[in-house]
């Protein structure tokens, strides 16, 4: 059955809920109360790489082994950085499941699509240069395709770096309104790019992610959060709302597009790699253990005066700590994590001591800024654990952790920021899929058994999320339940065998899907 | 593998990385072309053609710091000259 998994990426009933009821977003509040809705965890850190490839590969972070943005490794004195791309997924994803049973496939502005893969569809990046987008997108003439149809600025697909950091502070008042108008602008062409796939070239399984809900939000959550609205808004700070709604309804209006392709025949789910919430304070961990006497600067590191995790220049941040001389640091913000450089016999008595230590932070209040601290082994079993910091930790605001030297180690923010919250949402409507908000909360590993079973395939085994049957009528689950698969699938299957099994799944498929809804009573 | 055949690589790898960029330059690429100076890259280019390079000889492990680090920095420029030496060195060794 036809599929959109329609990502918005960092989305929260928080912000959402107040959009519907404003009117800003009548095709979700229309999907909403027609549909299912859920709460939807993300990943232990609840971070877009590592939670995208989570519901892409239905795996977790320690198995797929995206651990974060970038890798840094030491060399020498220094610290080199390498970007994660899809070579460093070592899982299979629903795309090359999909393709490999036959079926075509679309999937747009994912995090680990580059180097692109062979599927049977199309596949285009998200989080890569605009300068690179024609290189990194499947089939090799796809970029040249869509760029000849009129209206289509492709380029504009690419993410600009600069912009993107712009976002992640402060800026000065008039800077936000075409930074605003940049974010409209990049996601409307994703979003025609979306429909023209959806009516000229159709797919089975169609999946997209908007980045900029999540970018929107890091800049301007305390305009959106109707709890941190100003209760006598400015000029200024009216129009950034009414800005920052113009985004959320373009978003809505193309939901409706979406919505109108698939038709009543078959299923468009709603989903977020995370959710969002106000970040209030900012721990400068670097600080803290430098405090601790456990880290030593490289030379004179200037203390941050923007309120800043890191500046514009992750590289450079990383090489701000002189590892040889440090016994635990922290080299990037999103992966809110402490590396540990001890000898082995020291490691548990220190790492103790550390977590005792990160525990005893303390904000102005008195209360404790770190909730909750997760050791890799634990909270990332699997292949790829050793990759991840040895700590990683949660702050009370979800706040990402600063990388700086700060002027202390814990500072309120002058004005709140968002941050990502380790709980998203999850909306569906269509065939079987019933009407109200389910009680359960669902994880990013139960989408990919969840698209699978829509798109009637086998889910594989070692997926380790469950199918989530509460989210249909029980009746309807019952004609049609999930299909576990005990074995890996063959081998990829040659071009003419793919469209063989295609035509057959055709016809099968729509004879049992006929059967099921007649039996159900959906049709005459 | 000998340098002239590792230029060669490298050269078609940047033409086509390069192929629908504005850069200020006007003659074709070869040993003395400056990626920043000449092919206007930025980091995150660097990035893609170390990407393209791997994809290329399909290897993960080349040490792509020595070329582009100095004394635990970044450095500032790099030639395609030093990047097929060095490529050249690595891939015959």
């Known amino acids: 059955m036809k599929t959109v998994l329609f990502g918005l990426d960092g989305a929260t009933y928080t912000v959402l809920d107040h959009l519907m009821a404003a009117g800003v977003m009548p095709h979700l509040a229309s999907l909403a109360s027609q549909g299912v809705r859920a709460n939807l965890e993300s990943t232990a850190l609840p971070l877009t790489p590592l939670a995208w490839t989570t519901l892409a590969t239905g795996r977790s972070p320690g198995h797929h082994g995206i651990t974060d943005w970038i890798r840094c490794q030491r060399r020498g004195e220094g610290t080199f950085i390498h970007l994660f791309d899809s070579r460093d997924n070592h899982c299979p994803t629903l795309w090359r499941r999909v393709s490999d049973a036959g079926l075509r496939v679309t999937a747009l502005n994912y995090f680990g699509l580059a180097p692109p893969e062979p599927i049977n569809g199309h596949t285009m990046p998200g989080f890569t240069s605009g300068r690179h987008l024609r290189r990194s997108s499947h089939p090799s003439d796809l970029f040249a395709r869509l760029s000849a149809v009129d209206g289509f600025d492709v380029k504009v697909l690419g993410m600009d770096f600069d912009v993107e950091t712009q976002g992640l502070q402060e800026m000065d008042r008039e800077a936000w309104f075409p930074w605003i108008d940049h974010q409209i602008e990049r996601d409307r062409v994703w979003l025609e790019v979306l429909t023209h796939l959806m009516r000229e070239e159709p797919s089975d399984l169609t999946a997209i992610v908007l980045d900029g809900v999540d970018k929107l939000q890091h800049l301007a959550y305390r305009y959106l959060d109707p709890a941190h609205l100003p209760t006598e808004p400015d000029e200024w700070e009216q129009r950034v709302v009414a800005r920052c709604h113009d985004y959320f309804r373009m978003v809505d209006e193309y939901l409706g597009r979406a919505l109108e392709i698939v038709g009543p025949w078959g299923r468009l789910f709603v989903v977020s790699d995370h959710g969002f919430t106000a970040s209030q304070e900012i721990f400068y961990v670097n600080r803290w253990l430098h405090d601790q006497g456990w880290l030593t600067w490289r030379g004179d590191v200037p203390e941050d005066d923007a309120e800043a995790c890191q500046t514009d220049r992750p590289a450079a941040d990383a090489n701000l700590v002189d590892l040889e001389a440090s016994r635990a640091y922290a080299l990037t913000p999103s992966s809110n994590g402490i590396w540990i450089d001890v000898a082995a016999d020291e490691f548990e008595s220190f790492r103790a001591e550390l977590e005792s230590g990160l525990r005893n932070v303390v904000a102005a209040d008195g209360q404790p800024v770190v909730t909750d601290i997760k050791r890799r082994e634990e909270t990332f079993p699997g292949a790829f654990s050793e990759q991840f910091p040895h700590l990683t930790l949660t702050l009370r605001d979800h706040s990402f952790i600063s990388v700086l030297n700060g002027r202390a180690a814990v500072a309120p923010r002058s004005a709140p920021v968002g941050t990502h919250h380790p709980v998203g949402i999850l909306l569906g409507r269509g065939v079987g899929l019933r009407t109200g908000t389910a009680e359960d909360s669902y994880n990013l590993l139960d989408i990919a058994p969840l698209a699978l079973h829509s798109l009637g395939l086998p889910i594989p085994a070692e997926l380790e999320g469950e199918f989530p049957a509460a989210l249909y009528d029980p009746q309807y689950v019952a004609s049609d339940p999930p299909r576990i698969a005990t074995e890996s699938p063959a081998a990829e299957p040659s071009e003419a065998a793919v469209d063989d099994e295609e035509a057959q799944f055709d016809a099968e498929d729509e004879a049992i899907i006929l059967a099921r809804l007649k039996s159900l009573g959906y049709i005459e | ?93």
């Open chain 2, 1 to 93: 593998m000998d340098q002239p055949t590792v230029l060669n690589d490298l050269t078609n790898i940047l033409a086509d990385l390069t192929a629908d960029w504005e850069t200020s330059l006007d003659a074709p690429i070869g040993p003395q072309t400056r990626l920043i100076g000449d092919l206007s890259f930025e980091s995150i280019d660097v990035v893609h053609l170390i990407t393209a390079i791997e994809e290329h000889y399909g290897r993960r492990d080349l040490p792509f710091e020595e070329v582009m680090m100095q004394d635990g920095k970044y450095v500032d420029e790099v030639t395609v000259g030093q990047l097929s030496e060095f490529l050249a060195s690595h891939l015959s060794a």
